[in-house]
């Protein structure tokens, strides 16, 4: 069955650092979101890629972070500027379509478990 | 008020049991809801999605009330597997998901 896939499993860095989270969707989705869950949260809702652009982003998606579909396969969030407040767990997830019906089920990748030091 | 809400439990249950999760939404143009399961650490799993005139997945029910912005999960023979939190999922007019906190349910033998 095909899975979306995400790299590194785990990440911890310094505060004030860069980092680069990764994700594979699965082949045939259009649509790319990330979410992020900090621990015992709720799972919340950052942001929508289609189209090689941004379709729908939360509040939580400032001007720190940014997306990007480098190449046919990968999609990534980076963070620019690492806070403590941004320890989370990041999750990727992919649908075939955006809209009504059974194309519009999200999948979600195992998630990165990000701690900001 | 939170856009969707959920008792978070936990609900202790033996094995053979059934068990009702309820959920609220207060954005009434939400269009799409969806029941996912999230075992500990892990990512979240689509267990079914909910329809107007209700729907069955063995031993799993959703049911659905607009006019309540009500959603549940019914839970029929529970196993020891069923053992996860339950989330409750809205789309409302764009892509974004929004989750409920989740029901954390504990099924023992």
């Known amino acids: 069955e095909p899975e979306v896939t995400q790299t590194p499993s785990h990440q911890v860095t310094q505060m004030g650092q860069e980092v680069i989270l990764r994700c594979v969707p699965i082949?045939?989705?259009?649509?790319f979101y990330w979410y992020r869950q900090i621990l015992g949260q709720k799972v919340e809702f950052l942001v929508s890629?289609?189209?090689?652009?941004?379709?729908?982003k939360s509040e939580i998606f400032d001007d720190q972070f940014s997306v990007e579909r480098p190449d046919g396969s990968n999609f990534t969030l980076k963070i620019r500027s690492t806070k403590l407040e941004d320890s989370a767990m990041y999750f990727c997830?992919?649908?075939?379509?955006?809209?009504?019906?059974?194309?519009?089920?999200?999948?979600f990748g195992p998630g990165t478990r990000l701690l900001v030091l | 008020r939170k856009e969707v809400e959920q008792d978070p439990g936990p609900f202790n249950v033996p094995e053979g049991a059934t068990v009702a999760f309820n959920c609220t939404y207060s954005?009434?143009?939400?269009?799409?809801f969806f029941w996912y399961r999230q075992d500990c650490r892990k990512e979240p799993k689509l267990l079914m999605s909910?329809?107007?005139s209700g729907n069955e997945d063995g031993r799993f029910t959703a049911q659905l009330n607009r006019a309540s912005q009500y959603i549940s999960l019914l839970i029929r023979d529970s196993k020891l597997s069923d053992s996860a939190t339950y989330l409750c999922?809205?789309?409302?007019?764009?892509?974004?998901?929004?989750f409920g906190k989740g029901t954390t349910l504990s099924v023992s033998s």
């Open positions: 909910v329809y107007s």
């Open positions: 954005n009434s143009a939400s269009q799409s």
């Open positions: 890629f289609y189209n090689n652009e941004i379709s729908e």
């Open positions: 997830a992919s649908s075939e379509g955006g809209g009504w019906g059974r194309q519009e089920t999200q999948y």
């Open positions: 999922v809205v789309r409302k007019a764009g892509t974004a998901l929004i």
């Open positions: 082949s045939n989705h259009l649509y």
